[in-house]
């Protein structure tokens, strides 16, 4: 690939900025990637191993002479940051996000760009329950979908270069409107995060199981819901605060689905399980079927020792 943007700024160098460092240098990309991240600790430990070309210390600093400016922090830091940045943003530059909500976002950063400068709202679909500037790794995004969701009016060019570089970091990229992305995020991973939350503190708080039960015998149900349940903390907080209607749509929707299958255990009515579990057999095999995941053996994981 050749170098699509001269400068990169990644304000927050976590899980997913580390990640497109990784994955911009080993496509040649960009030819300087810059960083930054609130903590002192972060940003030194970001220096130490090389993440960036450089890593200053504040995100106005980041954003000189950028073409490209990513924001990686928790949504609900996303104005501020904004503020900071807006007015030392390169005429001709292009501002994105890597959120996992859009119409938040797109009220909190929108206001703070000025003219002349694009700012198309994206979301990476990768992820692991890790985070920290050494958590990232470059191929996390391959065969993996970004959602870009730009504004009326977009500038066409700027928008070809964005999606260019996500394709040249291995996404698939899809164009979407804010209102539906928040909504099939709410059914794909929101709701299911929270879910996960909830029988992982569930189990925590059932005296009848130890700890060390729950630990020791864990199924694979369960302890992909505690995988679940170890992601970042502000960031699930923000999340829902931030895509409070379409989580509860889709918590209502999941809690009518629950008494009903209650009720059938409570009268044995084993047809109605055996249906629903039926159709929802085929949605895992369409997730395998569309490369999202695998059905090898124990999903793939890797034995201990190995």
Known sequence: MSVIYNRVALIGLGLIAGSMAHAMRRANLAAEIVGTARSAETRSVAREIGLCDRVVDSAAEAVQGADLVVLAVPIGAMGAVAEEIGPHLKPGATVSDVGSVKRAVIEAVAPHIPQGVHFI????????????????????????????????????????????????????????????????????????????????????????????????????????????????????????LSNKDATLEILGRFTEELFALQRAIRTGDGAHLFDYFTRTRAIRRGIIEAGQDTDAPDFGRSKPGS
């Open 121 to 240: 709202p994206g979301h990476p679909l990768a992820g692991t329950e890790h985070s920290g500037p050494k958590s990232g790794f470059a191929s996390l995004f391959e065969n993996r979908w970004c959602l870009l969701v730009p504004p009326e009016n977009t500038d066409p060019e700027a928008m070809a270069r964005l999606r260019a570089l996500w394709e040249g970091m291995g996404a698939h990229v899809e164009e979407m409107d804010a209102d539906h992305h928040d909504l099939v995020l709410a059914v794909t991973s929101h709701a299911p995060h929270l879910i996960a939350y909830t029988m992982v503190g569930v189990a925590d708080d059932l005296r009848r199981v130890t700890d060390g039960e729950v630990i020791k015998y864990s199924a694979a149900g369960f302890r992909d819901f505690t995988r679940i349940a170890a992601s970042d903390p502000t960031m699930w907080r923000d999340v829902f």
